[in-house]
């Protein structure tokens, strides 16, 4: 079975601070995704990356950004945290090719920004 | 801005009744799509895919795709209390990966 953790479930922060969630995957899939889900908007794409060092905006990467120095592990980083961001935050990785591209969901992080 | 359109719900059934979830697209050249289930404070999780035109069955779960009509559908039977979730519309385009989320229907399976 495809297993995607990530470092939190629940992270509570104060505006201003420096904000790191960590996503690990163990099936060598060479794509990862970051998304925020928040209620009546649905889940949007942040930034995904298909390769090691390699990384592409979603469509709403302003106030974050990623870093991904191991194929297994994907980082979202929210460089000064805004109660904006205040949202659940889903990591998903993906073996590219064909018709296996389905995306493998961690369990999430809820994160307030206070 | 690729867009993916579901029936708004919350969608209430009857137990053993089908359910039918819908989904519109906008982009002409998608290829893949999806349906995720997510049950409440959980992260989705794939019931199903479908890449060719027509209807594909997996136990009580049948997807349907209409590529013309840019229409893919999912339908439930003999729907169970456990069905219970928002169900989740992706799509996917080009060569890039990426999915285009619906902002889910909320299912309710009354017993």
Request: aromatic share 12%; proline share 4%; charged share 25%.
């Amino acid at each position: 079975d495809v297993k995607v953790t990530q470092s939190s479930r629940y992270l509570v922060k104060r505006t201003g601070e420096k904000v790191f969630l960590e996503c690990v995957q163990d099936m060598d899939h060479e794509n990862m995704f970051w998304y925020r889900q928040d209620p009546g908007l649905g889940l949007r794409l942040i930034y995904f990356s298909y390769d090691v060092k390699m990384k592409e905006k979603g469509d709403i990467p302003e106030g974050y950004s990623v870093s991904r120095e191991k194929k297994e592990r994907f980082s979202l980083i929210l460089e000064s945290a805004s109660t904006n961001q205040t949202s659940m935050y889903l990591c998903a990785s993906a073996e590219p090719g064909g018709r296996t591209d389905t995306q493998y969901f961690g369990p999430g992080t809820r994160l307030t920004v206070l | 801005q690729k867009e993916v359109e579901q029936n708004s719900g919350p969608l209430s059934v009857p137990e053993g009744a089908i359910a039918s979830l819908n989904c519109t697209y906008s982009d002409r050249g998608s290829q893949s799509f999806f349906w995720y289930r997510q049950y409440s404070g959980k992260s989705p999780e794939l019931i199903m895919s479908i890449y060719s035109n027509g209807d594909k069955e997996d136990g009580r779960f049948t997807a349907q795709l209409n590529k013309a009509s840019q229409y893919v559908s999912l339908l439930i039977r003999d729907s169970q209390p456990s069905d219970s979730a928002t169900y989740l519309c992706a799509v996917e385009g080009g060569s890039n990966y990426k999915l285009t989320f619906g902002k889910g229907t909320l299912l309710t399976v009354n017993p």
